[in-house]
């Protein structure tokens, strides 16, 4: 039983080495692979739009993948080479979007639902705690009508 | 106060069931392109048919289709008889034949007529890299000061031509002409 869970998970952790896409680069630097590497895994594949370029097969992918290498041997920054791929494919090629006014829900939304979260809870909070606050029993004029009531009783009682 | 409190989760729903129910008549593959009112990028490239060099004045002027294709894309060869019938009623289409051989391009023209008033050969794909491609078929629509206006991606056929692409194309031809 624990080997076959080790095979799987072995065998689950290739997967992701698998699936990745094989050029033949050559980088000057180690730094500068990292750097080709960070940056077509954080570009989108426009075609196949559930990958980013450095795990894509498709051939626009090869394509981008080529003009992000040639860009970085030209010495552009990443900067320059995210302007160059969005002046073309728009946002949608960033897996990390800038804030503008229309990935603002996205941005924020979350933050903005939290928050709602906490404010209902705090009325919650603060709604139970005054009702724990207001006194337990009766009310004196309720006492003594109850008083007057179980001494009356015994008289009322008819046989 | 208190029933209106109560409403909340109905409105939450409501909310949810309006986006939810547009997502399913959004199409994933469809971006919006990034070149909408920018002008079509310069280009220095052989024409697939004869011996010269065509640039982007070769085909400003007059409002266009430019229809992205290639020999390799399936898709192309349903779309080819819709751009005859589009070309016979007049309307400038200029081609692009993407990361293509152009001998195979050269024998397509020939077997299924030809729609293009021009044809420009992009084998590397830098002009489709430009114009932000990611696959054929892919057709932009520019006006006569060479602006992209409209971008269509997938197969024309005469319905998207009919519904959609014609009156844009038409409104492109009635602002050159006050």
């Known amino acids: ?159 | 106060m208190k029933r209106l409190i109560l409403l909340v989760p109905l409105a939450i729903f409501l909310a949810v069931a309006v986006f939810l129910y547009r997502g399913l008549f959004l199409n994933p593959s469809e971006l919006p392109s990034a070149l909408i009112d920018k002008p079509f990028p310069g280009f220095e490239l052989p024409a697939v048919e004869g011996d010269k060099t065509v640039s982007l004045a070769d085909i400003k002027g007059k409002p266009a289709l430019v229809n992205i294709w290639a020999t390799w894309c399936i898709s192309c060869k349903v779309e080819h008889p819709v751009l005859n019938e589009i070309a016979k009623t007049g309307v400038n289409i200029y081609g692009v034949n993407y990361k293509d051989d152009n001998a195979a391009a050269q024998k397509w023209l020939k077997e299924f007529q030809n729609p293009y008033q021009l044809n420009i050969s992009d084998p590397k794909g830098t002009l489709g890299l430009d114009l932000g491609v990611y696959g054929a078929p892919e057709t932009f629509l520019i006006d006569k000061n060479g602006i992209i206006r409209h971008k269509f991606v997938g197969v024309i056929d005469e319905s998207v031509w009919r519904d959609q692409l014609a009156p844009l194309y038409q409104a492109l031809v009635d602002e050159g002409t006050p």
Request: glycine share 6%; charged share 25%.
């Open chain 1, 1 to 159: 039983m624990k080997r076959l869970l080790a095979a799987c998970v072995i065998g689950l952790s290739l997967i992701g080495v698998a699936n990745a896409a094989i050029d033949t680069y050559v980088f000057k630097t180690d730094a500068e692979r990292m750097r080709y590497r960070t940056l077509t895994e954080e570009l989108r594949c426009p075609k196949c739009q559930n990958q980013n370029i450095a795990d894509s097969d498709a051939p626009i992918a090869m394509d981008l993948r080529a003009e992000i290498y040639r860009m970085m041997e030209e010495g552009k920054d990443n900067q320059q080479i995210i302007d160059y791929l969005v002046a073309r494919y728009g946002n949608f090629v960033l897996y990390n979007p800038p804030v503008t006014a229309r990935t603002m829900l996205l941005w924020y939304g979350p933050g903005g639902l939290l928050i709602c979260g906490f404010i209902v809870l705090a009325v919650i909070l603060i709604r139970r705690r005054k009702k724990a606050a207001a006194p337990i029993g009766l009310l004196a004029d309720e006492q003594q009508r109850l008083d007057a009531l179980l001494t009356q009783a015994p008289l009322d009682k008819k046989d």
